[in-house]
């Protein structure tokens, strides 16, 4: 028999974007947010929030980005109450230093981990620069996470500096053509062909990524490991949850989610 600790189940989210519009507004989408944590909060074992929960994010040693205040409110409470939360950097908010740690008693990762979780090997992380291929972002991440050009980048004031991170954080998404969501396949989704690779050398049950902005769950080719992307929070609301026996994507508030990928097809050919 279950106690009722075992009964608990594990989420993981990502890709929130907050201070940014989308479908909802910054703001409301915040407020989807923090009604999605009050709904899970009492079943919750651990919550990971793998990686872009914020647009932009650089951390001065005395000054954080404005805003954000009912996220940061809720996860205080919810740390508060004893639920472990974990947070991953991802490709827009890599400048998160030790706020999480000091402020909200929120372990802060910078690169993928391995760990345990009801009996199931799982890796986690962002997603951002592992794979094949993308080569210029691979040595951009490289140019931001350099200790000397934060240094620099600290040196401008807050107003300026994160004025500038938020314009030619805009600037990119415009220029951006929007595409209609699809799967493209095993040999042009990177994460798929590093997980894949990834299996060669350590045996994993679940790999866990964001990044991709889209709902994800594809069977890799030893035929029982599954790659989860997570998707993303502007367009889907959606997440993934695990209760030890099986993990599934869910979608909160958005009856119309999809998930792609082949893992229900290759459960039917079972």
Excluded at 252 to 267: D, S
Aim: net charge positive; proline share 3%.
């Amino acid at each position: 028999m279950f106690t009722q600790e075992g009964m608990k189940k594990i989420y993981f989210a990502s890709d929130f974007h907050l201070g940014v519009d989308a479908r909802l507004s910054s703001r409301e989408r915040e407020q989807q947010i923090v009604r999605w944590l009050d709904t899970i909060k009492d079943d919750a074992a651990e919550i990971y929030l793998v990686g872009d929960i914020f647009e932009f994010w650089f951390e001065y040693k005395t000054v954080v980005p404005k805003g954000f205040t009912r996220l940061l409110g809720k996860l205080a409470s919810l740390r508060d109450a004893g639920i472990p939360i974990y947070f991953f950097t991802g490709n827009h908010d890599m400048w998160m230093f030790r706020y999480f740690e000091e402020e909200l008693d929120i372990p802060t990762y910078r690169k993928p981990i391995v760990r345990e979780l009801k009996g199931k090997t799982f890796l986690i992380g962002h997603g951002d620069g592992l794979g094949p291929g993308d080569q210029g972002y691979k040595f951009i991440k490289k140019v931001f996470a350099n200790p000397i050009c934060q240094w620099l980048f600290e040196r401008l004031h807050p107003n300026f500096g994160i004025w500038l991170a938020n314009y030619w954080s805009g600037k990119s998404r415009r220029v951006k053509k929007v595409k209609k969501a699809r799967f493209r396949g095993e040999d042009r989704e990177w994460l798929v062909a590093y997980a894949n690779r990834k299996l060669e050398s350590q045996p994993i049950d679940y790999f866990i990524f964001g990044h991709r902005h889209l709902p994800i769950d594809y069977t890799l080719k030893n035929g029982k490991s599954r790659y989860i992307n997570l998707g993303e929070w502007m367009n889907f609301n959606s997440y993934a949850v695990f209760d030890g026996e099986n993990l599934e994507i869910e979608f909160f508030e958005n009856e119309k989610g999809q998930v792609y990928g082949n893992h229900r097809v290759e459960q039917q050919k079972a």
